[in-house]
């Protein structure tokens, strides 16, 4: 009886103190043949079954639903080791969260194909999964030709040279002005960049032993190799000085303003890769801005009583922008086509945290029905793993309505951009004493703060917002319907 190859596909194991997801794998069958004798008399006949090896590939897997690409932090296991199902194998960078990758079968890492600091694209090899030790070395004969054959396709695509200042190039195959050469039975593996540098140095990458996984011919063995000092940043060496003009056309690169003196390059991280292309998105919204300023002197007495319980004034301001969107309903709404827009079920407020290296939101679901003393304990968690790296994908991308607020660094206000897929975005500044006249003439100090929200005008209008914001200074002057 044969047991045929089959593809697979695992399913996410979570965990409170870390975030755990277990990669997908396709099977490389190679037959192996096993006697089986049975207890049946000599004159019965026997009993053949063939089984088959598995070789699988640990796939690059998708960490979230915007997520193209991911890097790798780094390897917890190495070539060779033994693995038991459940075990964490690699540590992976998505564009909001490191994530801890489980192996979903017992086995052998056979080949590392993606190295540490590497990236590739979602779906792609970064690893391979040996059933048995005996057939590491076949897997790495496999990684070291699929890492060969990705490497000429991904060069005989390319048609134009990169511009001059263009962004690092990853380590995973793509396209590059060299054109496919048939070498051969030639087995040097190396990547596209490390064959472009070659050809333009006049080195024999044939020659060249290679320090990446595998004996992978790497850019920095090139350059080693051509005698020149290798890059101490990750951003690739720009080619020779094009020529001022391709086919009649000036290239992008002369353009391009030179860089100042002393100056650097410094590439994204995925983190700030994801929210320039937010932000590039968000241009495309039409939104309007309006501000109102709110009394905080009631807000400001309570907190100073909830404060020795564990309540942040995050929470304070989340549960009242909750309980005001609950009333207005088309500010928590959201348009993602541009042709309709719908009503959310849940009243999700995200929160803008700065982190090191970049910003995310992680998400407190249901502001509006949330005990406040619970919403403050799971701001606290969401802070936490946020500032690990360690938040899941649905504490960080399913916000309905976003809260920035400036207001603990000083700032008396300011304007927030509307984060994609979201109706509004309020940003609250400092409070701080005001001399305000009351409808008698009479003048008083009183703390006041000036929150701006930024709406999508497509589904928010001016007099929807101006009801949301009155809802909302209702709340915060009169706060004790915040801990009901």
């Known amino acids: 009886m044969a047991v045929s190859s089959s593809s697979f596909l695992s399913t996410a194991s979570l ?125 790495k004969t496999k990684a070291a030709s699929k890492s060969s054959s990705s490497s000429s396709a991904a ?18 195959a793509q396209p590059t002005p060299v054109t496919a050469v048939a070498d051969g039975p030639r087995k040097t593996v190396a990547t596209p960049y490390a064959k472009k540098l070659a050809k333009q140095h006049k080195v024999d990458i044939g020659s060249i032993a290679g320090t990446g996984p595998f004996g992978r011919v790497t850019a920095t063995d ?16 720009p080619p020779p000085p094009p020529p001022a003009a391709v086919n009649g056309k000036a290239t992008t690169a002369t353009n391009l303003p030179p860089l100042l003196p002393d100056s650097s390059i410094v590439p994204f991280t995925a983190m700030q890769s994801a929210v320039s292309k937010n932000m590039i998105e968000s241009l495309s919204v039409p939104t309007f801005r309006v501000g109102y300023p709110v009394n905080t002197d009631a807000l400001d007495a309570l907190y100073e009583k909830v404060k020795p319980k564990g ?96 207001g603990m660094f000083g700032v008396d206000r300011f304007d927030a951009i509307l984060p994609p897929g979201q109706g509004a975005i309020m940003a609250v500044g400092g409070s701080k004493p005001t001399v305000v006249a009351d409808k008698d003439g009479f003048f008083s100090v009183k703390n006041r703060m000036v929150v701006n929200v930024t709406a999508d005008h497509r589904i928010v209008y001016g007099a929807d917002l101006a009801a949301f914001l009155q809802t909302f200074a209702k709340i915060i002057e009169n706060p004790d319907s915040l801990t009901l």
């Open 222 to 237: 090139v350059e080693t190799a051509a005698g020149i000092a290798p890059s101490k940043s990750s951003v690739a060496p």
């Open 311 to 406: 309540v942040t004034m995050t929470a304070l301001l989340a549960k009242a922008a909750g309980m005001a969107l609950a009333q207005h309903p088309v500010v928590n709404a959201s348009c993602k086509d541009g042709k309709s827009f719908s009503y959310n079920a849940n009243i999700n407020v995200a929160v803008a945290v700065a982190i090191n290296g970049g910003l995310i939101t992680p998400v407190l679901q249901d502001a509006d029905k949330l005990d406040l003393y619970l919403l403050s304990q799971k701001w606290k968690e969401l802070v936490g793993k946020a500032r690990s790296k360690q938040l899941q994908p649905h504490e960080y991308n399913s916000g309905t309505f976003t809260l920035s607020n400036l």
């Open 155 to 172: 060069e005989a695509v390319a048609t134009s040279p990169p511009p001059v200042t263009s962004s690092p190039a990853p380590a995973i």
């Open 15 to 139: 965990t409170n103190s870390k975030s755990n997801i277990s990669f997908a794998s396709s099977v490389s069958p190679s037959i192996r043949s096993v006697v089986f004798r049975s207890s049946i008399p000599p004159s019965s006949h026997r009993r053949v079954m063939t089984v088959r090896s598995k070789i699988r590939e640990i796939f690059m897997p998708a960490l979230s639903s915007t997520m193209t690409e991911g890097k790798i932090v780094s390897w917890i296991k190495t070539e060779g080791e033994k693995l038991a199902k459940g075990e964490s194998v690699v540590v992976v960078e998505s564009d909001k969260a490191d994530m801890d990758v489980e192996t979903f079968y017992d086995g052998y890492l056979a080949a590392i194909v993606v190295g540490e600091g590497e990236t590739a694209p979602v779906g792609a090899a970064i690893g391979l999964l040996a059933e048995t030790e005996a057939e590491i070395e076949e897997a």
